[in-house]
C-alpha cells in the first residue's frame, strides 16, 4: 500500500487563490502523504478517483464558486457513489469582507457531501476552510497551512496509515 494521496484543485484568475492552494498543500506534505496541486484547467475528472482526499479552492463570484470549478463539480456526477469515504475539504478567497466567502466555501462543501465525502472542519479559525480577504497574508498562510495539516491527518487516519 503507497503513501494516501491528496488532491488540490483550484481555479485562480489573480493568483491568491493559487498562493493558497500552494501553502494548503505544503502544510499536508509536512504529514507524509503524497500531494497533488493543480489548477482546475488541468485536472482530469477521473483523478477524483487515484486520491484518498479532495481539497477544492475557487475564488469568490457574486457570493459563489468560479464557474470552471462548479463544471468540474458538475462533471463529477458521472462518479457519484464512488468518492465515498474520500476526505473532503474547501477553500476561497475574495476582494471584500461580507464577499460570500462563506457561502462559496458551503457550496463546494455541499457537493462533496452529496458525493458521500468525510468533511474536516475546525474549531479554530475557518471553521468550514481557509478563507482569505486580497491577498493572502500571515494569518491566511497559517489557516491554510493547518487545513492541509488537519486534511491530511484525517486521510491518514481513515486509510490506516500510521501517524
Known sequence: MGKPKILIVYF?????????????????GQE???VECKKVEHTRIEELLDCD???IGSPTYYGAMA????????????????????????FTSSANIGGGN????????QALLIHGMVVQGDPEGGHYGAVSIGRPDS???KECRRLGKRV????????GQPS
Do not use: C, P, W
Open 152 to 159: 491530511a491527518q484525517l486521510v491518514r487516519r481513515l486509510t
Open 67 to 90: 464557474f470552471q470549478i462548479k463544471k468540474f463539480l458538475d462533471d463529477s456526477v458521472r462518479y457519484h457513489g464512488r468518492l465515498e469515504g474520500k476526505v473532503g475539504a474547501a
Open 32 to 34: 507524509g502523504v503524497t
Open 102 to 109: 462563506e457561502t462559496t466555501i458551503t457550496g463546494i462543501l
Open 12 to 28: 485562480s484568475a489573480t493568483g491568491n487563490t493559487e498562493k493558497m492552494a500552494r501553502l494548503i498543500a505544503e502544510g499536508a
Open 139 to 141: 494569518r491566511v498562510e
Open 53 to 55: 482526499g479532495v481539497i
